[in-house]
């Protein structure tokens, strides 16, 4: 598996596990329990083991054979931001923030998404998808033969016990559900590990790179803004 490093501007078949999930007891009455215990993404309570996984801090990633990570890294502050995983010419990117115990994101943050693509010109749909509801972005962009094309970006989220994950699917993930299938499974398998810390929600919770993983510079990286600012996309794939 390649490991990444990307900048993030100032300003601005299916996967297979590598082991099968054991799934613990957790808390009853968190957002969204019953469907996301049973099918995934996973709270770090709800795993007997982080054995086979790899740690990037907040986020336990699945490997998966052509899989390829790339950190996203702010450029004014250094910290990472996001993760992608790019596989089969398609991408994800990952994002985990901090949620209140008892309240979900994810509705205000699709607004919010609408509210900053429809400023920049764009247009969202909301589509039911594998996750519930999802919204699908598209932005104007020319098109290298002069012409007015547009970017697409799939946001999916969903909420879980005192956190928020958030995926964009980028290159033909966004448009095309076979395409999209290996890494709908791999973001059913991450384990979110929110800590113990008291957080104000929508903090990012910290990612870094793992301690035994060489980082090798990836041609330039997408980037898209937190979700409490709403997102500048750009050409995922």
Known sequence: MVFGLGRKAKNDEPAQPAEELTIAEAGEGTPGTAARRQDGPFDEAEIS?????????????????????????????????????????????????????????????????????GAQGGQVEEVEGAFGTELVAKLPAGLPDGSQGYRVARFIGVDGPRWFLRGVLGGPAALERPAAEPLEALFRQVIVVRGDSPMPPRDLLQLRLPKDASATPPPAAPTLEEPERGPEITQIG
């Open 49 to 117: 083991s982080r054995d086979g996984f790899v740690d990037l801090g907040a986020l336990l990633i699945t490997p998966s054979e052509g899989l390829q990570l790339r950190l996203e890294v702010e450029e004014a502050t250094q910290r990472v931001v996001a993760v992608t995983l790019d596989l089969n010419g398609s991408s994800l990117q990952l994002q985990a923030f901090a949620a209140p115990k008892t309240e979900t994101l994810w509705d205000e943050i699709r607004e919010q998404i609408g509210q900053s693509v």
